[in-house]
C-alpha cells in the first residue's frame, strides 16, 4: 500500500522543491522541511505492526503540510478529534489514501481548491472516523480505486464484518468517506 502511494507524492513534492530553489528558497526550504517530517512518520509507521490514531493524524498532518505549500491557499484542512481518541489502536495507512483520494481527485482539479477535514468520534465500542472534502464529488458513481479495495479489503481481514468504508457524495459537493471500526478488537 505504502508503495502505491509515496511514489506520485514523492516525485511531485521533488519537483516542486526543484522548481522553487531558485523562484523562494525560503518557500522551497519549508517545503523541503515538510518532506522530511513526512518521510519521517511514513517509514515509522511501515515498521509497526500497528500504531495508533495519533499516529495516524501526525502522518497525515505532515502530508496535508507538503500539499499546503504544493497548492497554497487552494488547500485548507482541519483535524477535529478528541484527545482521548488519539491513543486508540488504529493499523497504519488506513486513512492517508482516503487523504490523498480528497486532494487528488476532489481538490486539486477544482480551481477554487477547497477543504478536507478529518474526525473522529467514539460512539459505544466503536470508532467512527470521517474524512470529508468539499471538491468536486462523483461525476456518477464512485469507481473502486485501488486505495479504496485495499481499504476495504483490510478493514474485512482485520475486523470482518464489524468495520465498514462507506462513501457518499454528490457532484460539485465533494465526497464524504466514514470509515466505522470496532474500538478495543485487536487488529
Known amino acids: 500500500l505504502q508503495a502505491q502511494i509515496e511514489p506520485h507524492f514523492l516525485f511531485n513534492s521533488l519537483a516542486n522543491v526543484a522548481a522553487l530553489i ?3 528558497p525560503k518557500l522551497a526550504g519549508r517545503l523541503l522541511d515538510a518532506l522530511i517530517r513526512y518521510l519521517r512518520s511514513s517509514l515509522v509507521r ?3 505492526e500497528g ?4 499516529d495516524e493524524v501526525a502522518l497525515l498532518a505532515a502530508y496535508l503540510d507538503v500539499l499546503k505549500i ?3 491557499e487552494r488547500l ?3 483535524f477535529d478529534i478528541p484527545a482521548e481518541l488519539l491513543a486508540t489502536a488504529l493499523p497504519p495507512m488506513l486513512l492517508q489514501p482516503l487523504v490523498e483520494n480528497a486532494v487528488r481527485h476532489g481538490l486539486e482539479p477544482k480551481v477554487a481548491g477547497g477543504h478536507v477535514a478529518v474526525a473522529a468520534l467514539r460512539q459505544g465500542d466503536g470508532l467512527w472516523i470521517r474524512v470529508t472534502d468539499d471538491g468536486l ?3 456518477q458513481n464512485p469507481g473502486e480505486g485501488i486505495g479504496l479495495a485495499n481499504i476495504r479489503a483490510r478493514l474485512a481481514a482485520l475486523y ?3 468495520a465498514r468504508l462507506e462513501l457518499s457524495s454528490e457532484v460539485g459537493a465533494g465526497v464524504t468517506a466514514t470509515m ?3 474500538i478495543g478488537a485487536a487488529p
Do not use: I, Q, V
Not at 500504531?51 to 495519533?54: A, R, S, Y
Open 51 to 54: 500504531g495508533t490514531l495519533g
Open 137 to 139: 464529488g462523483f461525476a
Open 22 to 24: 531558485e523562484a523562494d
Open 46 to 48: 511501515t515498521r509497526e
Open 76 to 78: 485548507a484542512y482541519s
Open 160 to 162: 470482518g464484518p464489524a
Open 180 to 182: 466505522s471500526l470496532p
Open 70 to 72: 504544493r497548492m497554497g
